[in-house]
């Protein structure tokens, strides 16, 4: 079985310019997370989708940050424009999502530096 | 609020000796627990998880954990470390909607 896939691996952008991540879930697997993970710390939650609707986005700063779940498989989270503290390691995650608390399985992360 | 501490940074040991991360939580209810690994580079690998019943968990590469609802502990063992094992360890505690509370992370690091 074919693990979460992320893309790009690793992003170098200036301050102000825009990037986009993707995530391709493992197959069948209706919940997906966005976590962010600065160096030195824990994986913070910022989105979690229940197939293609938004369960929580507390923690996303929606001011610059955007993420959507196209037909509640793929997923792309957004960030428009950079800032430096910004760079950190994106992670995304999916569980089965359909009985209660379950695994979440992680993908290798996207990698972003902010110059 | 949910939190999850974890009060060793970093962590020494000799290959062949045992460990032990302390891993300490916050939540009101019955707490689902989890201990991951993050290899340089890599994302994160469950180790292990407790939701309910035997508070001696056993997972994956050798390690087991222990829930002591009593001091709100959830502290990682193996008994005989490995090189390989040198890695970034994770203790969680699943929030309501099923989110992930993470701890700051322990790194390990293993002398030959």
């Known amino acids: 079985e074919a693990g979460v896939a992320q893309s790009p691996r690793y992003k170098i952008i200036e301050k102000r310019q825009s990037v986009a991540f993707w995530c391709n879930p493992i197959s069948g697997h209706a919940t997906l997370y966005w976590y962010q993970q600065i160096l030195g710390q824990g994986p913070k939650l910022l989105i979690q989708f229940q197939n293609n609707g938004v369960v929580d986005d507390s923690q996303l700063p929606k001011d610059r940050f955007s993420a959507e779940r196209l037909k509640g498989v793929d997923s792309t989270l957004k960030i428009q424009p950079a800032k430096l503290e910004d760079s950190a390691v994106y992670l995304c995650?999916?569980?089965?999502?359909?009985?209660?608390?379950?695994?979440?399985?992680f993908g290798p992360g996207t990698r972003l530096l902010v110059l | 609020a949910q939190s999850v501490t974890q009060p060793d940074i970093h962590i020494t040991v000799s290959e062949g000796a045992s460990l032990e991360l302390r891993c300490n939580y916050s939540y009101g209810a019955t707490p689902y627990l989890f201990w991951y690994v993050q290899s340089p580079g890599q994302g994160l690998q469950l180790l292990l998880k407790?939701?309910?019943?035997?508070?001696l968990v056993q997972g994956i590469k050798g390690f087991e954990a222990e829930f002591k609802r009593s001091q709100s502990s959830f502290n990682l063992r193996k008994p005989s470390v490995h090189w390989s094992d040198a890695a970034e360890y994770f203790c969680?505690?699943?929030?309501?909607?099923?989110?992930?509370?993470f701890g700051t992370g322990t790194r390990l690091q293993v002398f030959p």
């Open positions: 995650a999916s569980s089965a999502g359909d009985r209660g608390m379950e695994t979440q399985y």
């Open positions: 407790y939701f309910s019943g035997d508070t």
């Open positions: 969680a505690v699943g929030a309501h909607t099923d989110k992930l509370i």
